[in-house]
T-cell receptor, first 115, second 114 residues
C-alpha cells in the first residue's frame, strides 16, 4: 500500500463548530505532516510529527490542534475557525528525518470551507 | 536559508512541443530537490527527485530534470507535451539531514493546447 488517505474529502463548518480531519498511511513511514494550501498558492507547512512526537509547529493558531495517535494516523482537530481558514488541507508522510528517504507522499486533501 | 524560484507562473505549449519549466534554488549546502505535479482538486504527486549521484534524473510520465550546481538550477523538461500534462507544477527543496521541511516554489501552471 503506497497511499496516503484523507477523510473527509470535503468539509463545510461554521465558525463555532468542532470538527476533525483524518489522515492515514500504511507505508511504515515515521514522519507525518499537515500542510495548508490556499488557491493558486503552494502548500504551507503547518505541523510535522516524527516518531509520533510533534517536531515542528510553524506558529499555527491554537484553533488548529494536531494529534498523532499512532504511527499510521494523523488527525487535525478544528475549533472556532475563521473564514480565512478555508483551504485545501494536505497530509503527507515520509520515511523519517533526513537521509535519502525524505521523499514526501501526499494525500488527496480535504477541501475545507468555513462559513 | 533555502529558497526556490520558479520562473514563469504560467507556461503555455502546443501538444507535441517541448515542455520546459524552470526552477532555481538557493541553498548554502547541497540540497535535495523535487518536482511535484498537482492536478485540479487533487493532492501533490512526486514526478522526480534529486538526492545524490547522477545529475540527470528521470521521472514518471516522461519527465526529466537536470541538477546543475554551477547554475543552481533544476529545470523540468519533457520532449513532447500531452494534453494530460496540463496541471500545476511545484519545485521544492529540502536540506539533507534534519527535519524534512520542504520549501516550495510558487508553482507554474502548464497549459497544453491542441
Amino acid at each position: 500500500d503506497t497511499e496516503v488517505t484523507q477523510t473527509p474529502k470535503h468539509l463545510v463548518m461554521g465558525m463555532t463548530n468542532k470538527k476533525s480531519l483524518k489522515c492515514e498511511q500504511h507505508m511504515g513511514h515515521r514522519a507525518m505532516y499537515w500542510y495548508k494550501q490556499k488557491a493558486k498558492k503552494p502548500p504551507e507547512l503547518m505541523f510535522v510529527y516524527s516518531y509520533e512526537k510533534l517536531s515542528i509547529n510553524e506558529s499555527v493558531p491554537s484553533r488548529f490542534s494536531p494529534e498523532c495517535p499512532n504511527s499510521s494516523l494523523l488527525n487535525l482537530h478544528l475549533h472556532a475557525l475563521q473564514p480565512e481558514d478555508s483551504a485545501l488541507y494536505l497530509c503527507a508522510s515520509s520515511h523519517g528525518q533526513g537521509g535519502s528517504y525524505n521523499e514526501q507522499f501526499f494525500g488527496p486533501g480535504t477541501r475545507l470551507t468555513v462559513l | 536559508a533555502q529558497s526556490v524560484t520558479q520562473l514563469g507562473s504560467h507556461v503555455s505549449v502546443s501538444e507535441g512541443a517541448l515542455v520546459l519549466l524552470r526552477c532555481n534554488y538557493s541553498s548554502s549546502v547541497p540540497p535535495y530537490l523535487f518536482w511535484y505535479v498537482q492536478y485540479p482538486n487533487q493532492g501533490l504527486q512526486l514526478l522526480l527527485k534529486y538526492t545524490t549521484g547522477a545529475t540527470l534524473v528521470k521521472g514518471i510520465n516522461g519527465f526529466e530534470a537536470e541538477f546543475k550546481k554551477s547554475e543552481t538550477s533544476f529545470h523540468l523538461t519533457k520532449p513532447s507535451a500531452h494534453m494530460s500534462d496540463a496541471a500545476e507544477y511545484f519545485c521544492a527543496v529540502t536540506l539533507s539531514g534534519g527535519y524534512n521541511k520542504l520549501i516550495f516554489g510558487a508553482g507554474t501552471r502548464l497549459a497544453v493546447h491542441p
